[in-house]
């Protein structure tokens, strides 16, 4: 297999850890986000209602968190603080967070979610949770 690594407008990285997932479409359409700024703002929309149906109950309306240990998305170090690369990768596979005693399960949970459903959310935490200095 080819190792591919691509960085498109400085943002998106495509790994070969993703391409050995078969996550290398979710990289490339994620790209299109920031290359159609007039898109950005409808996916930044449409995933203010992924939050509000699938994040929410956990990440909290102020993203900072309903339960001990789910990260703070205003925090200077906290998952904000990533790659969208990587954080894509925690939304489409689940993560665990150091010390904390809940995972996030893979799609958060919701198995319908669709590539541009977790594109579009992450263009809304990132707009709507500002990362404290």
Not at 67 to 80: A, I, R, W, Y
């Amino acid at each position: 297999m080819k190792k591919l690594k691509t960085e498109i407008g400085g943002v998106f990285k495509m790994s070969i850890h993703l391409l050995q997932k078969g996550r290398i479409g979710v990289v490339l359409a994620a790209s299109v986000l920031i290359i159609i700024p007039a898109k950005a703002q409808d996916n930044v929309k449409k995933g203010a209602e992924v939050y509000e149906g699938t994040c929410i109950a956990c990440h909290g309306e102020n993203g900072k968190g309903e339960f001990p240990g789910v990260p703070d998305f205003t925090s200077s170090k906290g998952p904000l603080a990533k790659t969208d690369t990587v954080l894509l990768d925690h939304i489409i596979d689940g993560f665990q967070s150091p010390g904390s005693d809940m995972e996030m399960p893979a799609l958060g949970g919701n198995e319908e979610l669709k590539k541009q459903d977790i594109i579009n959310v992450l263009a809304y935490i990132r707009k709507t949770f500002k990362v404290k200095k």
